[in-house]
């Protein structure tokens, strides 16, 4: 099974925090993940430590304002 996360407003703070220690401490195959899909901008991308189950990916709506990531959620 395969986990997406849409983390388009993770920013900073503590839900960026809050990310990359789930990310970092999930046992995947425990949880019946074969790998995990994380939506979001390239900052916040860049925060997450390299793992071949973990997917990055971005779209260069989510790099902007609040109203281009609403836009994105109601299209992707």
Not at 3 to 8: C, F, M, P, Y
Not at 28 to 46: D, P, Q, Y
Not at 57 to 67: K, M, V
């Amino acid at each position: 099974m395969i986990l997406g996360i849409d983390a388009s407003n993770v920013r900073a703070g503590g839900g960026l925090t809050y990310l990359i220690e789930l990310l970092n401490n999930a046992t995947l195959e425990r949880c019946g993940f074969n790998k995990i899909i994380v939506w979001s901008s390239t900052f916040t991308l860049a925060n997450i430590n390299e793992n071949k189950k973990i997917i990055k990916q971005n779209h260069a709506l989510l790099n902007r304002s609040l109203i281009y990531r609403i836009l994105w959620q109601n299209i992707y």
